[in-house]
């Protein structure tokens, strides 16, 4: 499992210039082979850390799409989570670096835009000072009571 945690969903306003919710998560160092398991991506990057540092990398490597998954999880968490099904309409990212186990990933996003009940989102997420996720892009349907 991962340490997480979502601050301030409660609070959101939904109107441009507003930030959302920061998403902390910490990967432990079995999420890749958990997520290799569940994708079928078994690149020995991501599962065998002397393979990982024969090629160059740090060790192993989280996959993108896992990575994503995290970015996509900030945006519906922020909108409602469980509560809004569907809320997340869209969502475009560039993988710009990588990321390891066992060190904490930052969520952030802020409105861009607001229009038809829809939220559009500009989002990032980094581990340290590596831009992991850039450019991203969510929109996502509001809930009728907001």
């Known amino acids: 499992m991962a340490d ?14 507003a930030s959302l919710p920061e998403l902390h998560v ?7 082979v958990r997520y290799a398991g569940a994708s079928g991506d078994f690149n020995p990057i991501h599962v065998d850390e002397e393979f990982a540092q024969q090629v160059g990398l740090p060790g ?10 995290q970015v996509a999880r900030a945006q519906t968490e922020a909108v409602g989570g469980v509560d809004a099904p569907g809320s997340l309409r869209r969502l475009k990212v560039e993988f710009r670096g990588m990321a390891v186990p066992e060190k904490e990933i930052v969520v952030t996003a802020k409105v861009t835009a607001v229009e038809d009940g ?5 989002t990032t997420a980094k581990q ?4 992991v996720v850039r450019n991203g892009e969510a929109h996502v349907r509001l809930p009728q009571e907001r």
């Open 4 to 17: 997480e945690t979502t601050t301030g969903a409660e609070d959101v306003r939904w109107e441009p210039g």
């Open 26 to 32: 910490t990967p432990d160092r079995y999420v890749t």
């Open 128 to 131: 340290g000072s590596t831009r």
């Open 60 to 69: 192993r490597i989280l996959h993108g799409l896992w990575t994503m998954a």
């Open 118 to 122: 829809v939220a559009v989102v500009a």
